[in-house]
């Protein structure tokens, strides 16, 4: 009996990791409910002030990223479909040397910085252009190992920040050496599982040309998005004090995790468009986040202030208001990641940015404008209203384009739940 227990067993083991959805949404649970207990040690060890001006800071080093990445990874999906000769060889040199550039004018700054929490900033900047290169990579061709790792460094992210919460003072540096300390240990496995050394003295100069040429939009495009999630922090920083910073993070960290499972279908969506457009794939994965979507609001709103206090604290009660207004965004904000992959992986890069342009601009304007009215309730609203103009052009494009059913394509039907439950068994059988 025991045998047959333990065969039972690593049947169900394997099932799981061979089915990217349900390995992935199980990543992305234990990313929530650890993630959720990291960012409650952060906020209780720096109090709301430091963890507003930390969360300026760290947005400031995201964005900077993007633009320093110059959108280079972005082309691995369609150069991957294009069955281009050597393909990881020649992303990962340009990858290197452009990472070597970006170090040695990092260490050129330093004399320019008199901040030193700017100073380590400085030296985040490259780690984070190298390792969203590298996650791409990772994504397309190793999916599994991305996921396995992520999960692993989600505790090991718990393991520093309780490390740091229990022997240090509150200094926003210590929060940042983290990030650090985890990135160069992301590239060292990357590289681990690529079994290739980077050389950035052996580049192909053609390649390079037409990888710059390809991120051009991609990477205006990734600075869109991340201003569409983070220009409201930025513009905050200059009508509101630290503390109000900070309240509004709270709520914007909270809409991360709960967006965090379309994320999970977005990983392997990615992977999968990079090979064909998956729209049965897509449509099913719009379902279930919108039924998600619907259950985080109504869970947020009901349990939201004790949630709160138990989290991070009474010094953070005074975010629920917003954090209930940005949990209305979420439903936009899962149709764009969704869809987003397919509209890339198309070459459609064109469509995605003018998308996004549109929704920034807008994002910004109402910024400037409700920001002194309403503070940070008006900068929540700001953003919802600015996810709702992305995900709504490109879910009215995805069903135009494939002749859909809009209503079908967005509300789960009875049928969807076995569908659902075949997806999760993959009609396995468990011999014994």
């Known amino acids: 009996m025991g045998v047959k227990n333990r065969n039972i067993f690593k049947c169900i083991i394997e099932n799981i990791t061979s089915n990217p959805y349900v390995f992935s949404m199980i ?34 080093v995201n964005v900077v990223a993007v633009i320093g990445n110059l959108g280079l990874y972005q082309s691995y999906g369609n150069s991957k479909r294009k069955n281009m000769k050597n393909q990881m060889e020649e992303y990962l040199n340009i990858f290197s040397a452009q990472a070597l550039i970006y170090m ?53 992210n718990l393991l520093l920040t309780l490390l740091v919460y229990i022997a240090f003072s509150p200094n926003i540096i210590f929060i940042m050496a983290i990030s650090i300390i985890k990135n160069m240990i992301y590239i060292i496995a990357y590289i681990w599982k690529i079994r290739y050394i980077p050389n ?33 922090i930025f513009i905050l920083k200059y009508h509101v004090d630290n503390t109000q910073v900070g309240l509004y993070s709270v709520g914007a960290t ?97 469509f995605y940015f003018y998308t996004l342009l549109l929704s920034v601009m807008a994002n910004i304007i109402l910024n400037i404008i409700s920001i002194p009215l309403y503070g940070v309730e008006g900068a929540a609203m ?23 059913n809009w209503y079908k394509t967005i509300v789960m039907q009875t049928n969807d739940i076995r569908i659902i439950l075949e997806k999760i068994n993959r009609r396995k059988t468990y011999e014994v």
Do not use: H
Not at 382 to 404: C, D, E, Q, T
């Open 27 to 60: 990543n992305k649970v234990v990313s929530i409910l650890v993630g959720i207990i990291t960012t409650s040690l952060v906020n209780r060890y720096l109090g709301s002030s430091l963890r507003g001006e930390y969360a300026f800071v760290i947005n400031l």
């Open 104 to 156: 040695v004018l990092s260490l050129f700054m330093v004399m320019f910085v008199k901040s030193d929490v700017y100073i380590v900033a400085l030296f985040l900047i490259p780690l984070e252009i190298l390792i969203q290169q590298l996650g791409m990579i990772a994504l397309v061709e190793f999916i599994k190992f991305r996921q396995t790792l992520n999960m692993i460094f989600i505790f090991v």
């Open 200 to 232: 950035p003295l052996k580049i192909n100069i053609s390649v390079l040309i037409s990888l710059i040429k390809f991120g051009f939009y991609p990477m205006i495009t990734a600075l869109l998005v991340n201003l569409n999630y983070k220009v409201d």
């Open 254 to 350: 909270l809409a991360e995790y709960a967006w965090l499972l379309p994320d999970a279908f977005k990983d392997v969506l990615f992977s999968k468009t990079a090979k064909d457009d998956s729209v049965e794939e897509i449509i099913w994965c719009i379902k279930v986040s919108m039924l998600f979507s619907l259950v985080a609001f109504v869970g947020i709103f009901i349990f939201g202030k004790l949630i709160i206090n138990i989290l991070y604290g009474s010094e953070f009660l005074n975010s629920y208001k917003v954090t209930c207004i940005i949990f209305l965004g979420i439903p936009s904000m899962a149709l764009f990641k969704l869809i987003g992959p397919l509209y890339i992986s198309k070459g459609e890069q064109k």
């Open 382 to 404: 700001s953003s919802v209203i600015s996810y709702s103009i992305s995900g709504v052009v490109f879910f009215a494009k995805f069903v135009r384009m494939y002749n859909l």
